[in-house]
Structures are given as C-alpha cells and as structure tokens.
C-alpha cells in the first residue's frame, strides 16, 4: 500500500489492513519484507524501547529520531508517525510546525492523533493542508492520567454510543483512518460498519477493517506487562537471554573469539617489536 486511497480500497474489497509498530531501521527492513500494509511508529516507543511507565514523556525529537531510522529500513512501506503527548493541544501554528517535521524532516506518510470531538479541528486543518491524518479512539494512552488507568473502553450504553459518535466526527472531519483501540470486539464491528473510512483495531476484536500490534509484544521482546489483546507469535526474549548468557560464559572461558572470529598477522612483521614472544624465540 502506497497512498490513503489504497487503505479505502481495502474496506471496499473487506480485505484486512496489516500494521505493526516499529521504532528502528532493521525492525522495520522485517516489517516491510514480511509484506506488512503499513507501518506505525507508535509513541508506545516510550514504553517499549525508552523505558518509560507510559507514553507520556515521548517528545517529537524522540518521534523524529525514530519515524527517520524506519523510513530508512522501509523506503516502500507506508508509514504512520504518532504525534505524541501535548504536540496537537496548542496553536495550530505549533501543530503545524510539528508535524511538519515528522512528514517533512522524517518522512513519515501520514501522522496518527488520540481523540474524538476535541481534536476534529486539527485534523481536519491538517488534511486540508494536505497531511493524511489517522484518528485514535477508545483507549487513548495519552489520556491515562484521566481516563485513571489502561482500561476497556465502551462496556456501557452511554460510552458506547460516545465512542460511535466520535469515530463519525473523526470522519467527517477528514481523517483516512482511524484506530480503535480496548473496546469490546461487538463494539469494534459496529463501529466499522458506521463510518467508510477503514477502522484498524487493537483489542477491538476480529471484525474490524484491519490490525494493529506493537512489534516487541508481537515477538515477545520485554518483560513489560503484556494486555490480554497481545497474541505473541515468538519469543525472542528468551533467545535473547541464551545469546548472552553463552557469549558471557565463553568469554569467560576464553572459549571465544576462537581462530575463526580472529585475525593473523606474518610472523616476521612481529620480530623484535617490543620483546614479545616471537623475539625471545629467536
Ligand atoms: N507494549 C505495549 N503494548 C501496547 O499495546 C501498548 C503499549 N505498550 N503502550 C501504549 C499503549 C498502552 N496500552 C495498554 C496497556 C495496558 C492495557 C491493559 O492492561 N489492559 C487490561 C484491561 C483492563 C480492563 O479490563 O479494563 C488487560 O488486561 O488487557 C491495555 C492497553 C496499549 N499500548
Ligand atoms: C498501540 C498503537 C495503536 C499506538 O498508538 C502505539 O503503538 O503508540
Ligand atoms: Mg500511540
């Protein structure tokens, strides 16, 4: 997929969209020869490579870094760059200037933003300048102070039918797409059927337009704690963990660098150089 007209001929032909996260230039080489649709440099970068608690101290320098080293190990994936914590809630002016900077100094496609009704202003803006925009409702983690913890979103009436009726202003305001993150899978079906525009689910259950997964839970990659949406399809961690428990012990062992990994020089080129072991042998 190259463009947002590709993500809305995938509704059209009930065809599911692929996307995983990822944060660095060889994870996203695998992505992209994998054949994943799209790409998502996620602020959950924070958590899962940062070692933040959350995605609250992610910075748009530390988006820049990040959404620039994927571009350069995807050049052919489309890629989505999270606009992180409090880099939309001001002048639009200062909207602007950031998200310039992930489209135009890092390359990213498309920028993704949390929120309903409060956000319509910026993304339709955004995409009247010409910035493809993917919205994100439910669970908001930018908004985990508030909303009091990582919680499924839309388990009663009255929040179910706020959630609907965000995903139609996300929209009408103009976005391409929109994520729909820890809502009940039914929740998740009826909201893809209400509004045109693909809907990517994370614990939004099966019957959305298409997925998304954070890369290290996807190769159980870190011992963070795993929500009960994660399905793990490896677990890297562990041969990891058995690569340098083996390296610490042959180095140990003097059992490497063995010939193999070293390098040689003439006999003569050493002779008489401070008298090392081949002077005194002669
Ligand atoms: N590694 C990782 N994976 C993610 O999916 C992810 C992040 N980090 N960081 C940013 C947000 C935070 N996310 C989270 C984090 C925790 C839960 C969680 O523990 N949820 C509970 C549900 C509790 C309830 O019943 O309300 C769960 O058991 O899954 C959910 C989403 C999703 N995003
Ligand atoms: C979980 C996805 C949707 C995300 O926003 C992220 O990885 O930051
Ligand atoms: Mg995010």
Redesign the pocket.
Known sequence: MKTTADFMKRKQTNEPITMVTAYDAPSAKLAESAGLDAILV???LG??VLGYTS?IPVTVDDMVLHTKAVRRGAPNTFVVADLPHLSYHGSFDATLSNVRRLVQEAGADAVKLEGGATVCSEIKALTEAGVPVMGHIG?T?QSVAVMGG???QGKDRESARKLIEEAKAVEKAGAFSLVI??VPAELGKLISEQVTIPVIG??AGVDTDGQV??Y??LIGY?D???????KAYTNVSEQIQQALESYHDEVKRRQFPTEAHSFTVKEDVLQGLYGGKIDEDN
């Open positions: 996620g602020d959950s958590m899962v995605t669970l983690p990582y919680k499924v993150e820890c994370i614990g997964l954070v290290h839970d870190g963070v704690h795993v929500p009960k949406f994660v």
